[in-house]
């Protein structure tokens, strides 16, 4: 029941990633924000049972099969004409001897799939796919998901080899991914999630990013130590075009001790999250950003101090989130020139830093330079409540008259 239940949680996820890994897609969930599932269900022409399908109108069929027997699921796609689905979803069948289930070559009988999305219902489920599992959705498929499965067996080299439109591959909840080191070679690829994994820390060699120029490199709640998340930065910093398309990192939910300092060769990023570690000390230079800065994710971090010159760039539509920390300060070495930066922005799209839940100390005169000099700044401070309960905003200017 709560695999289950983790399953379709995830399931939600991906349906939100799927809608919008692709230029169209994009353009779909631009058009309308208050899409529900039910907003577009459509029986189908044909008949795929024992799978279901849903015939969207914005990009065609999916199919979605719930333990369906892969045999099963050939004879449904010798019998259907359809030849290109939008997506296909398989929840795999009970393994018939053991704990191995093995897609076979051609699972969808000449047939082609945008998005493919594999899940086991147990963790202890070994998914083994064909070499040419799904070898016509070559020149198709741009979304590749699998999620619950231990994937030792898992061949990454073959099964995509040339798969030429591919630009996500996303792997959830499950374990010893450590095949991802030999990713084939993927011109689109620009979108790799692996979270809640297990198996990177067996990965002894990541050059293969090198290789690839993603967008988006999210690794979230996969145990990664300091040296881990150094091998696999440290591969993305080494080869230039790499290290220059990378716009987004999530390294949330590791076990980071410091900040990654690889960030610096990363020119164009500006999402980064590395919210759920364990860094105290954010020290000078830690982030600095070439691009102009979205969003800077910091929370839960134990972080107790702050060193002047630890934010470089341009914050001016920076979010900077702070809070669940151990802050007592908010310094004016720190703070100011982001602060200003961020007042600076024209529409109200200006940055923020969120202080939310932080011990701030306001009973001394470190405060003076922003509510008493500076109070227009506040606007780009939020959530900032003294260990009194007084918020910033609240603070009496009048209380730092005699303070330097
Ligand atoms: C923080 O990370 C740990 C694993 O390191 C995880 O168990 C926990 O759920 C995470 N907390 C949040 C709020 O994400």
Redesign the pocket.
């Known amino acids: 029941m709560e695999t289950a239940a983790i399953l379709f949680f995830y399931l939600c996820i991906t349906l939100s990633f799927v809608k919008s890994a692709s230029g169209r897609n994009i353009e779909w969930w631009a058009s309308d924000k208050s899409i529900s599932q039910n907003a577009d269900r459509n029986p189908c022409v044909e008949d795929y049972s024992p799978c279901n399908c849903n015939d969207n109108p914005s990009y065609g069929l999916e199919i979605t099969c719930e333990g369906v027997d892969v045999l099963v699921v050939r004879d449904i796609f010798s019998r259907t004409t359809t030849n290109d689905l939008f997506s296909f979803q398989l929840t795999v069948p009970s393994p018939t001897g053991g704990n191995v289930i093995s897609i076979p070559a051609d699972l969808l009988n000449g047939k082609r799939a945008g998005n493919i999305l594999l899940n086991c219902p147990f963790p202890d489920w070994q998914l083994a796919i064909d070499a040419d599992a799904f070898r016509p959705s070559s020149g198709l498929t741009f979304f590749f998901f699998t999620a619950g499965c231990d994937l030792t067996l898992l061949d990454f080299a073959s099964f995509l080899d040339g798969f030429l439109s591919l630009a996500t591959i996303f792997i959830s909840q499950s374990s010893n991914v450590q095949g991802i080191q030999n990713l084939p070679a993927l011109p689109s690829l620009d979108q790799l999630i692996v979270t809640y994994t297990t198996g990177l820390e067996k990965v002894t060699d990541f050059s293969g990013l090198g290789n690839v120029q993603l967008r988006r490199l999210l690794l979230n709640?996969n145990?990664l130590s300091d040296q881990m998340a150094d091998n696999i930065l440290n591969s993305v910093a080494s080869s230039s075009s790499a290290a220059g398309a990378l716009e987004m990192l999530w390294l949330?939910?590791?076990?980071l001790t410091r900040v990654p300092t690889q960030l610096t060769s990363f020119s164009r990023m500006i999402q980064l999250d590395l919210?759920?570690?364990s860094f105290p000390v954010l020290s000078s230079g830690s982030f600095s950003f070439n691009a102009p800065v979205d969003y800077l994710y910091l929370e839960?971090n134990t972080i107790n101090s702050i060193e002047p010159g630890a934010f470089q760039g341009d914050f001016t539509r920076g979010r900077i989130y702070l809070r669940f920390n151990s802050l007592s300060r908010f310094e004016e070495a720190v703070f100011r020139r982001l602060l200003e930066q961020m007042i600076s922005a024209t529409n109200n799209d200006g940055g923020l830093v969120n202080l939310e839940s932080n011990p701030l100390e306001c009973g001394d005169c470190h405060l003076a330079w922003l509510i008493r000099d500076s109070p227009s700044l506040l606007n780009a401070v939020e959530s900032a409540v003294c260990s009194d309960g007084t918020a910033f905003s609240a603070l009496n200017p009048s209380i730092f008259a005699d303070c330097p």
């Open positions: 709640g145990q949330a939910s590791n076990q919210s759920n570690n839960s």
